[in-house]
């Protein structure tokens, strides 16, 4: 989380580094470039478009960077209020430069309506990965193109009942799901016995199984948790190993978007919840979807209006003047409270 005193210097870092290049790039765009004739005709009328679409560009290729270091920053919850300042003061060097020609004008703005908004599921406590009134299979966002990050950790792996070859499992499903009927599925379980006995981490597809970690084959399974599992990155990080074990997954592969991700118990018994065999633990989930509509008490739901945020560019000289509204793709990755 970043705290007042260093966003502030990070923001004042972050547009020095903006205004500096834009002195360098934007000052030979904006002074050199703009050519205008003493004429009002044709020919400084197309000279006025080409200027205006290469300073437009230029901005769009500055909100794109801008929106990557402030979300690098910042956390998701905060990052609208950031980002907004940012772009203010973006904003203020684009209008200085512009007014040097004594021609031309650019405003730019965060447009909260045409954004994308997004949500930020906490479960901070442990608990079984279950839904509202202990559904054991529940979807938990639906229409997503952007999860990220996407984050369990699992205090209790899910235990079998019985041994042997009376074993069943009882395995956590984590699948995610689109509308051409492609889906992908990550399966923590115990086998309870057999050849492999212990802990299994699956992936499967609807083209069948792609990767399996047992417990017998890998040390870092073999550990009593808790275990935190990144699943968009395919990353595995327990007390048996010094760094997390990385590359394990590709989330979601063969999955088009958008799509759906959903929870599964698998606990073989009846009634609500998963009982005792299942697994427990915590999970923190940030997406572009939408969330349940009905969210366990455990969990904490909070809709980001900006996520993927919209900007609109405004630019004026005595021959065009117009607005363009950009959109950007944000993938929020690092913290998120």
């Known amino acids: 989380m970043v705290t007042g005193p260093s966003d502030e210097r990070g923001q004042l870092l972050l547009v020095g580094a903006v205004a500096i290049a834009l002195v360098v ?48 920053d910042t956390s998701l919850l905060t990052f609208e209020e950031h980002l907004q300042r940012n772009v203010s003061q973006l904003s203020r060097v684009y209008t200085r430069l512009a007014a040097d020609r004594r021609s031309a004008y650019l405003n730019i703005s965060v447009n909260t309506t045409a954004s994308g908004s997004g949500w930020l599921l906490n479960q901070s406590t442990e608990g079984q990965f279950e839904g509202e009134d202990g559904a054991q ?17 699992v205090d209790e792996w899910p235990d079998a009942t019985g041994n042997g070859s009376d074993a069943k499992e009882s395995p956590l499903y984590i699948n995610v799901t689109d509308d051409n009927g492609h889906w992908w599925s990550l399966k923590l379980n115990d086998s309870g016995g057999g050849s492999a006995e212990g802990k299994q981490v699956s ?12 417990e017998d084959d890998v040390s870092w399974i073999g550990d009593d948790g808790p275990y935190e599992i990144d699943v968009t990155a395919g990353r595995i990080d327990t007390a ?8 394990l997954w590709t989330f979601a592969a063969n999955v088009s978007t958008p799509y759906d991700i959903s929870f599964r118990d698998g606990f073989p018994g009846s009634g609500e919840g998963g009982g005792e065999k299942s697994a427990t633990g915590r999970y923190r989930i940030a997406t572009d979807g939408v969330a349940a509509a009905e969210i366990p008490d455990s969990v904490n739901a909070t809709e980001i209006p900006v996520f993927h945020p919209a900007f609109d560019i405004y630019y004026h000289q005595p021959e065009i003047q117009y607005t363009r509204t950009i959109s950007v793709t944000y993938h929020p990755g690092g913290d998120v409270e």
């Open 137 to 153: 299979n529940w979807t938990v966002v639906s229409d997503a193109t952007v999860t990220e990050p996407f984050r369990i950790i």
């Open 25 to 72: 790039v934007g000052g030979v765009v904006l002074l050199n470039g703009m050519k205008y004739t003493d004429t009002v005709g044709t020919s400084g009328t197309d000279d006025a478009i080409s200027d205006s679409e290469r300073t437009v560009e230029m901005a769009e290729s500055d909100l794109d960077g801008l929106v990557d270091r402030v979300g690098s």
């Open 203 to 214: 992936v499967y597809t609807d083209r069948g199984l792609q990767e399996a970690y047992r």
């Open 240 to 247: 048996a190993t010094a760094e997390p074990v990385t590359g």
